[in-house]
């Protein structure tokens, strides 16, 4: 059976605890896993998310505000040419993002408040277009190209030399927004740079660079 949400809820890592592994926007749509009872007081119930495949834990609250439906989950069918008049939209949002108080959250993907991948996320999903939710998982997701012919709409991509842990989406000009953490000297949404300017926040992403990449379709679940 077909669910969704009718506010906020918040998807959490494990059964207990406080770590927030995502969030789901009013109107997205889920799925429970088979075989669960409904939850007690204080417990959890485990759904994935259509849109993205993203598996977490909701507490018994937030259960009661998921409704279920008789609709399907339809996932848009979009290729480059239809996303490349939205970009302008996913750019103005990151960038309203960053002017909003707000800071960095792990597991954010609702305004004010996101993690790296949860702007990048909800920026391209607020244009209709979807992308898997973690930064490694968009790097697969993406189409791969040169850092030469980066266009604004682009993602680019910083982490280890075994995966990606930060994403931020090209401006143009060399720059880039993302949200980063006060690890990393801002806590919040910011652009940096690519080029020679690019400061000590650039300065230390430009040390972790993986590459970039283009969005040319929506993603398509695997679980349905």
Do not use: K
């Not at 969704?4 to 959490?12: D, T, W």
């Not at 490694?136 to 842990?165: C, H, N, W």
């Not at 926040?201 to 970039?212: H, N």
């Amino acid at each position: 059976m077909w669910y969704r949400c009718q506010r906020v809820a918040n998807l959490y890592e494990a059964p207990t605890g406080d770590g927030l592994a995502t969030q789901a926007q009013a109107g997205r749509w889920l799925y429970r896993e088979p075989g669960q009872p409904e939850p007690n007081q204080g417990e959890r119930l485990r759904v994935t998310l259509a849109e993205d495949d993203y598996s977490g834990w909701v507490d018994r609250e937030d259960w009661f505000a998921i409704q279920p439906t008789q609709e399907l989950y339809t996932p848009p069918q979009l290729n480059r040419a239809a996303i490349l008049p939205r970009l302008p939209l996913v750019l103005s949002f990151a960038l309203q993002a960053m002017g909003q108080p707000h800071q960095y959250l792990w597991g954010g993907t609702v305004e004010p408040d996101f993690d790296c991948s949860g702007l990048v996320q909800t920026a391209f999903a607020q244009a209709g277009i979807w992308l898997p939710r973690d930064a490694y998982q968009q790097e697969t997701f993406v189409s791969p190209i040169g850092r030469e012919i980066l266009m604004p709409g682009d993602l680019v991509f910083f982490g280890t030399p075994q995966r990606a842990t930060h994403v931020g989406i090209y401006l143009g000009n060399q720059q880039y927004i993302h949200c980063s953490g006060i690890a990393q000297g801002r806590n919040g949404i910011g652009v940096d740079s690519l080029g020679d300017d690019r400061g000590t926040i650039g300065e230390t992403y430009a040390q972790q660079w993986r590459g970039a990449g283009r969005v040319v379709s929506s993603y398509q679940p695997q679980g349905i």
